[in-house]
């Protein structure tokens, strides 16, 4: 029994792949990665997942109510994604969503994939220029890129893996469990690292600049937010780097990308 249990998991290891999932772009963010499952596995329980919450919101009348406000983002996501390239060539082509949900929450996200949401709270309680919401959407589209969620889904099943081999060995009960509610974890419960955030960082703020947008406002965003709900921070802050780490690695790397963005800004 031992045996067979041994075998079972040295061949869900095997199938682990160690790869660098982005270009370093010009903010050089380079890292392996060591993922058990796939990218497609993954993206299509994001989609799922996806459907799940604007289903959710349309029920309750959030999703998408200003026509205006939904416009200004998709607009600025229009000008972000076909920069995706410069990190991976696949990327232009998901298929990519973005929506606008009534919340008071100052809050955005973007799952496996490239399918984004951002929160009303986020722009009208920061008010928020089309400069910050870039800088917020280069973020969270950077998560994306990285396919932290794929990373941090694997680094679950591995503990997963682990879990069902002493379960079988003390003969304990077992199951498996649902991908979609994994990302979903991953995108509203559970933290990022800081080393996840601050690859977003960097490859956000590059991803702005060669957007035409004003990598700089970053910094200025990280300001307002970090102002923001008194001494509780607003959950797009609850698990990012310590705010001086983070300004100062925000204000290296945008002077780094100044040039794409002084040449982004001679194009339009």
Known sequence: ?????????????????????????????????????SSDSVNRSAAKAYAQVLAEARKKGQLNRDAAQLQRVRAIAGRLIPQTGAFRADAPGWSWEVNVITSKDVNAWC???????????LIERLQATDEEIAAVMGHEIA?????????RASQAMAQGIGISVV???LRL?????????????LTFNLPNSRTDEMEADRIGVELAARG????RAAVTLWEKMSKTGGSQPPQFLSTHPSH??????????????????EAARAKR
């Open 212 to 215: 035409g947008f004003d990598p």
């Open 111 to 121: 799952m496996p994939g490239g399918k984004i949401a951002f929160y009303t709270g």
């Open 1 to 37: 029994m031992l045996k067979k249990i041994l075998v079972a998991l040295l061949v869900s290891l095997a199938g682990c792949q160690s790869v660098n999932t982005t270009q370093p772009g010009a903010v050089g963010v380079e890292r392996k990665q060591n993922m058990l499952v």
């Open 173 to 185: 009960p077992g199951g498996a469990r649902d991908l979609t509610q994994t990302v979903l974890d």
């Open 244 to 261: 001086a780490s983070r300004i100062s690695d925000l204000r290296g790397n945008a002077e780094k990308v100044m040039p794409l963005y």
């Open 143 to 151: 998560h994306a890129l990285r396919e932290h969620g794929r990373e």
């Open 167 to 169: 379960g079988a060995l």
